[in-house]
């Protein structure tokens, strides 16, 4: 019986040690967590960010056909991600608003991403890829569906 107790009470300390490491106490390591994690994603950046947004009307693991391409300026903050569209989308003007995080660990990352706007809302999740960008798939209230690929813009020299 002291034998089970000494196990139980091993693996109890061992899987609270293991947890203890990858889910922080305190608002301070939480905020270092977030910036490894960016860091590690290579997403380390000073304010906001121009992004290409590319995307389909299906899902096949490739933006093909008829494929549109527009611009959003996100910021990270931590693991959190707040975004609008820059110029025209499709030639029209929108407002819409995205707001998302970032997750992920030594294994990769995933991008959680919401597309609101009135009553309207479309939802973007993908993982990043070792060139960069996220791809991944999106859904949207109206019942539509696609691929969709988000790189970073490089700033010019």
Not at 38 to 53: D, E, N, T
Request: proline content about 2%.
């Amino acid at each position: 019986m002291r034998l089970l107790a000494l196990l139980v009470a091993s693996a109890l300390t061992l899987a609270t040690d293991d947890w203890d490491s990858r889910h922080p106490t305190n608002c301070l390591d939480a905020r270092t967590a977030d910036e490894q994690l960016l860091s590690r994603a290579g997403l380390k950046q000073a304010g906001p960010a121009v992004w290409s947004l590319s995307w389909d009307d299906s899902i096949d693991g490739k933006i093909t056909g008829d494929s549109r391409r527009t611009l959003l300026q996100l910021s990270f903050d931590g693991n959190k991600v707040i975004g609008t569209f820059l110029g025209l989308v499709m030639g029209e003007a929108r407002q819409d608003r995205f707001g998302g995080e970032l997750l992920g660990g030594d294994h990769g990352h995933v991008l959680v991403l919401r597309q609101t706007e009135e009553e309207y809302v479309a939802c973007y999740q993908a993982m990043l890829g070792h060139d960069g960008a996220f791809i991944g798939v999106w859904h949207d209230s109206v019942g539509r569906s696609g691929d969709f690929r988000l790189e970073r813009r490089k700033r010019p020299a």
